[in-house]
């Protein structure tokens, strides 16, 4: 099975795909996609073209993306909100079943504590997928972490974003 995370940003998404093939999990590709540009509805046009394009590049079987979560910054939160809207979006057009998972379930799937920090996460992230020199910055070891919580959740229907009536 393919797995895709995402880490949901206004400007960077971070994203890891891994296979789940007979219990292990592999990590295949990871990176991030930065958008540049000040304009914001130009922000949410360039996300779905580089999202659209991973998407087809990796193929996944399926896709966690991270939940909101507290922001100081109603602005950020606002930019954040529209970006996961496209992520999501564009994945059920490619009707791709899409997982929500808050960031509290992933530190607890993967470091067995709902609280940790970025450095537990990345220490288990490497721990799990047997990588301990993987170099990843904060939002991609997240996206890594999504992918490795989406691969052992059971049952998922609670995080799985409805599916689309395309008859309409």
């Not at 219990?23 to 991030?32: A, M």
């Not at 304009?39 to 590049?57: M, S, V």
């Not at 809207?85 to 009707?95: A, D, H, K």
């Not at 998922?156 to 309409?168: E, P």
Request: avoid cysteine.
């Amino acid at each position: 099975m393919r797995i895709l995370g995402i880490d949901p940003g206004s400007s960077r998404i971070g994203y890891g795909l891994i296979i789940k093939e007979k219990g292990k999990e592999t990590l295949e590709k990871y990176g991030l996609i930065e958008i540049k540009t000040p304009d914001k509805n130009q922000k949410l046009f360039d996300l779905y073209h580089a999202y659209h394009k991973l998407l087809k590049e990796v193929k996944p079987d399926r896709v966690g993306v991270e939940n909101l979560y507290f922001y100081k910054n109603t602005k950020t939160m606002l930019e954040v909100a529209q970006a996961r809207g496209v992520i999501i979006l564009t994945t059920l057009l490619e009707n791709l079943p899409v997982f929500e998972l808050n960031p509290k379930e992933v530190k607890l799937s993967v470091t067995g504590y709902g609280l940790s920090d970025k450095k537990a996460v990345e220490k288990m992230v490497k721990k799990i997928l047997k990588l301990p020199d993987l170099k990843a910055i904060d939002d991609t070891m997240d996206a890594i972490a999504i992918a490795i919580t989406l691969s052992v959740l059971i049952p998922l229907d609670k995080y799985q974003t409805s599916k689309i009536n395309r008859s309409k």
